[in-house]
């Protein structure tokens, strides 16, 4: 079968660093993309990985590792506007996206 | 740039009930489009996906259905709900099948009652 693993909630301090993992086995692999999303809000995209390594953007980045099947979301500098739920979805053999249940994020001052 | 708009926003329903939901994308043309269904405090179910008009692929047998009657336009309907219908219902599009970054629209929070 398919399946995405993902904590369900992690806490962290505001200013702080806090690392996301996301563990994924499926058939086939096309990339991997984050998204966040806010209570009652759509999810709204992050980051996108298709090859080993880390992809940087401001206060985000996120890792792959194709070969262990898990991905990192590094969030920095926390702020407490970020707090909310990450989702992580990775592309099948079927370019279809399957999906976490994602991580809920509390950001304590 | 693009737009996708769905509506209505929030919407009770008595269980037995008829449902259509739309979704319109705007600024693109020949988009692949989804509907998901999210439970509270769940990932996102995937219900139907399509990649052109009148194409209509069902990941999840249910007593939901879609429709494509044009290129951006993106219907989701029931003849009658179940109370296990409840939830928040996204459309998204995304531009091609092998970049599949997916572009959602603001929801419809359904409460079947």
């Known amino acids: 079968g398919q399946n995405i693993d993902q904590p369900t909630e992690m806490t962290a301090t505001e200013g702080a660093i806090v690392q996301i993992n996301c563990t994924y086995q499926?058939?086939?692999?096309?990339?991997l993309f984050w998204y966040q999303q806010h209570a009652g809000e759509a999810p709204t995209f992050l980051s996108y990985?298709?090859l080993d390594g880390l992809e940087e953007k401001g206060r985000f980045s996120s890792f792959l590792s194709r070969s262990k099947g898990y991905s990192d979301l590094l969030l920095k500098e926390l702020q407490m506007k970020v707090s909310a739920s990450f989702l992580c979805a990775v592309t099948g053999s079927n370019y279809q996206l399957i999906w976490g249940a994602g991580t809920k994020l509390i950001i304590k001052p | 740039s693009q737009t996708i708009h769905q509506w209505p926003a929030t919407l009770v329903q008595p269980v037995g009930s008829p449902l259509s939901l739309e979704c319109t994308v705007e600024g693109t043309s020949n988009p692949n489009l989804y509907w998901y269904r999210q439970a509270a405090g769940r990932g996102l179910q995937l219900l139907f996906y399509s990649v052109g008009i009148g194409q209509i692929s069902s990941e999840v047998p249910q007593n939901l259905s879609a429709s494509r009657p044009q290129d951006r336009q993106f219907i989701l309907s029931s003849k009658k709900l179940l109370l296990s219908d409840s939830g928040f219902y996204l459309c998204?599009?995304?531009?091609?099948?092998?970049?599949?970054?997916?572009?959602f629209g603001p929801g419809t929070r359904l409460t079947v009652l």
């Open positions: 998204a599009w995304s531009p091609s099948l092998e970049y599949n970054e997916q572009f």
């Open positions: 499926t058939s086939g692999f096309n990339g």
């Open positions: 990985n298709v």
